[in-house]
């Protein structure tokens, strides 16, 4: 299961059923889980903890330190779930010193070729990344959000769960749940209705969450108004709740 061409650092820790590809190097404090399969020419870095059945493909850069111009070689992390899917070429940094000090990404999401998640990022469950989406530093990605190709999103922003964007968008400002965005900075183009019928919403949440959309959107109210109006909505309809809160957290400002 590993490569005799492969250099593993005596202090890395691989469980059982993990796989190596060749010319693969792995180092110091990187610790792998079962069913994990690194494919040939990658590197990882520690600290770093990968779950199980990950697969990690050929010249990925993973746990690799901050690209933060004031990281001076503090102790950070990555830490990496379970059943990822990582292509070619993509690099994931350790978080920073001058953030949390862990980057994170969670379970069963699909990282295309080229993609980039800088320091401190916090990516969920189901994500889509494809190709050449870059994540700035403290980006927070919500459950099931997809982002298109090219996509490049601004330090600091966060994309809520289920939310959807075209390729090439510029995401400055955050992106609430539920939304399609596109456009060089983003601008809203609906709710990403496929998507929640394929996770199974059912026919009133949507409909719920459309008019949702529509007072956040077309009612013409200021912010602060149009989510007073949502959390009257929001009574009887969770996915509206979910929305509300996203929307009372941000420190940005949304996309609007």
């Keep these: 299961m590993i490569h005799p061409t492969a250099i593993i650092d005596k202090e890395a820790r691989l469980c059982s059923g993990v796989a190596v590809g060749a010319y693969s190097i792995i180092g110091p404090e990187v610790e792998i889980g079962d069913g994990t399969w690194i494919g040939p020419h990658v590197v990882l870095s520690g600290p770093t903890r990968i779950g199980r059945d990950n697969q990690i493909f050929q010249f990925a850069s993973i746990g690799e330190r901050p ?5 001076r070689g503090e102790i950070t992390r990555l830490e990496i779930g379970d059943r990822n899917v990582v292509r070619e070429y993509v690099t994931l940094n350790r978080g920073s010193a001058a953030g949390t000090g862990v980057t994170r990404i969670g379970n069963d999401n699909f990282v295309m070729a080229y993609v980039h998640v800088a320091h401190d990022c916090e990516v969920g469950n189901h994500t889509i990344l494809a190709n050449a989406v870059t994540l700035g530093g ?4 919500g459950d099931h959000a997809v982002l298109g190709g090219l996509t490049a999103v601004h330090q600091f922003c966060r994309l809520g769960a289920h939310c959807m964007t075209a390729g090439k968008t510029m995401v400055f400002k955050d992106v609430p749940p539920y939304v399609m965005t596109s456009g060089y900075g983003a601008q809203p183009h609906g709710l990403n209705t496929r998507g929640l019928k394929r ?9 719920t ?9 077309k009612s013409g109210l200021l912010l602060e108004e149009a989510i007073q109006r949502l959390e009257e909505l929001g009574k009887t309809s969770p996915p509206v709740v979910d929305l509300v809160a996203f929307l009372r957290a941000s420190e940005r400002g949304i996309v609007r």
């Design 67 to 71: 690209q933060h111009k004031a990281f």
């Design 138 to 141: 403290h980006v927070v990605v």
């Design 199 to 207: 996770r199974q919403f059912s026919d009133e949440s949507i409909l």
């Design 209 to 217: 969450l459309r008019r949702a959309y529509k007072i956040l959107y």
